[in-house]
């Protein structure tokens, strides 16, 4: 269903009314409170706290400041509340927001009750470091002081209890309270939000309809985020026209929610829309827009983007690699993998395992070694493997292509028996292998070590499956014999493929012999791909290295004047990924 059209007017009104920005003038402010300090530390006032207070107060609410002010705190003789409110506030907001609660209890254990601003403060800090317990102490500190009826308090504290899913308590302080306001009412919505409670949410959000209380956008993000969770488009719709009709305004984060729901559905002209109008945009609103178009198989639109964008991250990449492997474009997301490793953004677990899969589809043997080779440097072969299943198990319709991509991920990760089982499985439940699962599968054997269940199964692609039997599966066999030492037969099986071995199967093949230190054979590779390939440095180095390793360091030399000679330039620091295109790991 269609999201309603008219929130292009809001849009483009309400972008005049976005809140000023705010000019920082805290350089000047610090360089006055810093001659104020100095000032009263020579006419030995910087003990007294009323004269000092307006110091601790700046030093305490600037972040690169807060030992300063502990600093200046404890040489008071005596502080005031105030002092100690000025120093819990500047604990709340900062990275230490458990030494607000000490400071608290500090206070309490001197003879301070503490005021409002207190409990507001020590509430926050709470609620940042998800502590109930101090939180009930110091609501019953505020019951007893008579605090409780306090609005700001009160919704201090329903944040508190919300922020760490105490629901109970936070509706029932929230239903005894005589005067609201809209943070009351959003501070609980939030709650039920992040426990992912949607029902709630939009049960409160009819609430506060029936008693007249106009919603804001931190309101109507939860709304619209419990309307995709639960499916109620026809509810998100009137949600859309809500904002409009009441001109609520159109901030950035509410900008993204409806960008990432008209993605989900499928409406990436909405989407585009929404997001033309933006006034401000971050990196989040990119990436959504991104993913929408990715997501129906509008890739030149995705790609379009991806290239406009300020900056990137590596939600950005792998939305789009993750795209193209989608639409089976698997070429372009091993291109776009380059380019990102180019770029020196560091791929998550979903990136690797996203261009795992699409290296199997195109029979990329040498790139998939590669990107196995960095997970194992990099520890994240774990990762990758989960993500991997959590998204494959959670799939209601798996197609051949879903089958391929989880046995292809498993079979390069080292779980070779887990590939060989989901392979089984997905024969028993009648779907039918495709090239791309062959290559997945051999890719199991050979990590396996099962040669014979290997060559069965190849041998299988075309006598059972009717499917024959390409280069990139061709290569996988070579690999197989190869990495178990049978090197002469991984050439005997060269030499008697149907079509002529391309340089990625006999670059297999030299590095095999490097291993196995099989000179002669290393030599014939060499031949073959010094004539297929004459200008790639890899194939001198691999040979210049299998001489080395067998102690024949004049012909090693040799290999390198050669390559000296015949002026075939090394970068530093690269390698040859199938045929001539580079590639850094």
């Known amino acids: 269903m269609k999201l309603a059209r008219s929130i292009t007017r809001h849009l483009t009104t309400s972008s005049t009314t976005q809140k000023p920005k705010r000019v920082s003038t805290k350089p000047i402010s610090l360089n006055s409170i810093k001659e104020l300090h100095a000032n009263l530390i020579r006419t030995h006032l910087h003990t007294d706290p009323s004269s000092i207070s307006n110091v601790i107060k700046s030093y305490a609410l600037s972040p690169s400041y807060l030992d300063k002010a502990h600093l200046v705190f404890n040489q008071l003789e005596r502080p005031t509340l105030l ?37 507001i403060f020590v509430f926050k800090a709470c609620a940042r470091v998800k502590d109930v317990f101090h939180g009930q102490k110091v609501h019953a500190h505020i019951l007893k002081l008579g605090f409780g009826s306090y609005l700001f308090v009160s919704n201090a504290l329903i944040h508190l209890y919300a922020s760490c899913g105490r629901l109970g308590l936070a509706r029932k302080l929230f239903d005894i309270m005589t005067n609201r306001d809209l943070v009351s009412w959003n501070s609980l919505n939030c709650g039920y939000s992040q426990c992912k409670r949607f029902e709630e949410v939009l049960a409160l959000f009819n609430s506060m309809q029936e008693v007249n209380v106009k919603a ?44 990432d729901v008209y993605g989900r559905r499928g409406l990436v002209d909405l ?31 995705a790609q379009k983007l991806f290239d406009e964008m300020p900056r990137r991250d590596v939600i950005s990449w792998t939305s789009l690699i993750t795209g193209y492997s989608r639409g089976n474009q698997f070429v372009e997301a091993v291109k776009l993998f380059r380019e990102m490793m180019l770029a020196k953004v560091k791929p998550d677990e979903i990136t690797l395992a996203t261009v795992l899969s699409a290296c199997a589809h195109i029979g990329s043997l040498d790139m998939g070694e590669a990107i196995h080779d960095y997970i194992k440097r990099h520890g994240t072969k774990l990762g990758v493997v989960e993500n991997a299943l959590v998204v494959f198990h959670e799939m209601e319709k ?77 290569g996988c066999v070579v690999d197989l014999l190869s990495r178990s030492g049978n090197v002469e037969k991984a050439y005997e099986f060269m030499k008697a493929m149907p079509i002529a071995p391309d340089v990625v199967v006999w670059r297999i093949l030299l590095s095999a012999c490097k291993l196995h ?47 000296v000679e015949s002026d075939v330039y090394k970068p530093s620091g690269w390698s040859s990924i199938n045929s001539m295109e580079p590639h850094v790991i």
């Not at 829309?273 to 990715?294: P, R």
């Open 398 to 474: 798996k197609d051949s292509v879903s089958w391929t991509s989880i046995i292809s991920g498993l079979a390069v990760n080292g779980f070779a028996d887990y590939a060989l089982e989901l392979f089984m499985q997905m024969l028993r439940e009648g779907v039918r292998p495709t090239h791309g699962s062959f290559v997945g599968i051999l890719l199991a054997c050979t990590h396996a070590g099962l040669i014979d269940e290997g060559l069965q199964y190849f041998e299988s692609m075309e006598k059972v499956y009717g499917l024959t039997p390409e280069m990139k599966h061709y």
């Open 83 to 119: 002092v100690f409110n000025h120093m819990i506030q500047g604990l709340s907001q900062s990275d230490q927001p458990n030494e607000a609660i000490d400071m608290y209890n500090n206070m309490y254990h001197q003879g301070f009750t503490g005021d409002n601003l207190t409990f």
């Open 216 to 259: 804001d956008a931190v309101t109507m993000v939860k709304v619209i985020l419990a309307c995709s969770n639960l499916g109620r488009w026809d509810i998100a719709d009137s949600m859309v026209k809500y904002i409009e009709e009441n001109n609520i305004e159109f901030d950035v984060y509410l900008g993204n929610t409806l960008i």
């Open 271 to 301: 989407a585009q829309e929404a997001f033309n109008q933006m006034l401000d945009k971050n990196i989040v609103s990119w990436n959504a827009l991104i993913i929408g178009y990715a997501k129906v198989g509008r890739l030149i639109e």
């Open 517 to 563: 230190g099989n000179l002669v054979l290393a030599e014939i590779a060499t031949g073959k791909l010094l004539e297929l390939d004459p200008s790639n440095s890899g194939n001198y180095i691999l040979l210049s290295n299998t001489y080395a390793c067998s102690d024949k360091w004049d012909d090693a030399n040799r290999v390198r004047e050669l390559m």
